[in-house]
């Protein structure tokens, strides 16, 4: 969780740590903004008017803040005020580069063609499911699962009590069990293919 302390004396040092600690959310931002807007340039957008407003805005930040929240809620509410202004373009969906995340690991059946055909088409099964969801579960699923954030966190982010947050998480949960359910299939006769 990450925490920004305003009160020093020191105006430029405690900017500069405010960006550096800021600066650390940019790719989670990014991917909450392409959730959102669906549109690689109006994310882009979203996450510079967030660092923009929060830059003007970090003296306020009280110090026990949590900066994460902070900052996705800054770029959900500028999202939503474009929307209700109708600057929103059109929704494209561009989700095509794969995670730039290093292998902790690697083991043989990554070598694997087909392996490596099967976690592919796997991937982009996800992402196409995360898609298809509703805005409202599409949000709780990627804050949850891919950002980590608590319940209270997403709660605050959304303005909406922690119990619809949880409701929508396991909805949402549900609706991908559902859309991915071939991959047990596959999962299944490829292990039994394989003779384990």
């Given at each position: 969780?990450?925490?920004?302390?305003?009160?020093?004396?020191?105006?430029?040092?405690?900017?500069?740590?405010?960006?550096?600690?800021?600066?650390?959310?940019?790719?989670?931002?990014?991917?909450?903004?392409?959730?959102?807007?669906?549109?690689?340039?109006?994310?882009?957008?979203?996450?510079?008017?967030?660092?923009?407003?929060?830059?003007?805005?970090?003296?306020?930040?009280?110090?026990?803040?949590?900066?994460?929240?902070?900052?996705?809620?800054?770029?959900?509410?500028?999202?939503?005020?474009?929307?209700?202004?109708?600057?929103?373009?059109?929704?494209?969906?561009?989700?095509?580069?794969?995670a730039a995340r290093p292998r902790e690991f690697e083991d043989e059946s990554s070598k694997?063609?087909?392996?490596?055909?099967?976690?592919?088409?796997?991937?982009?099964?996800?992402?196409?499911?995360?898609?298809?969801?509703?805005?409202?579960?599409?949000?709780?699923?990627?804050?949850?699962?891919?950002?980590?954030?608590?319940?209270?966190?997403?709660?605050?982010?959304?303005?909406?009590?922690?119990?619809?947050?949880?409701?929508?998480?396991?909805?949402?949960?549900e609706r991908l069990k559902q859309m991915l359910q071939h991959w047990r299939v596959?999962?299944?006769?490829?292990?039994?293919?394989?003779?384990?």
């Amino acid at each position: 969780m990450s925490r920004v302390g305003t009160n020093t004396s020191d105006h430029s040092a405690t900017e500069q740590v405010f960006r550096e600690t800021a600066l650390q959310h940019l790719n989670g931002l990014y991917s909450y903004a392409m959730t959102l807007a669906r549109n690689r340039a109006e994310a882009e957008d979203l996450v510079q008017e967030t660092y923009l407003r929060a830059m003007s805005a970090f003296e306020r930040l009280r110090p026990e803040s949590n900066l994460k929240s902070w900052l996705f809620t800054i770029l959900r509410n500028i999202y939503l005020n474009q929307l209700r202004d109708g600057l929103s373009k059109s929704r494209v969906v561009a989700m095509d580069e794969p995670a730039a995340r290093p292998r902790e690991f690697e083991d043989e059946s990554s070598k694997d063609p087909f392996f490596v055909y099967l976690t592919k088409a796997k991937q982009a099964d996800i992402k196409d499911a995360i898609e298809r969801l509703p805005q409202a579960y599409r949000e709780v699923i990627v804050l949850r699962e891919f950002e980590d954030l608590s319940y209270e966190e997403i709660a605050q982010i959304l303005d909406c009590p922690c119990g619809t947050v949880m409701s929508r998480l396991s909805r949402a949960r549900e609706r991908l069990k559902q859309m991915l359910q071939h991959w047990r299939v596959v999962t299944s006769e490829t292990a039994h293919e394989a003779g384990e």
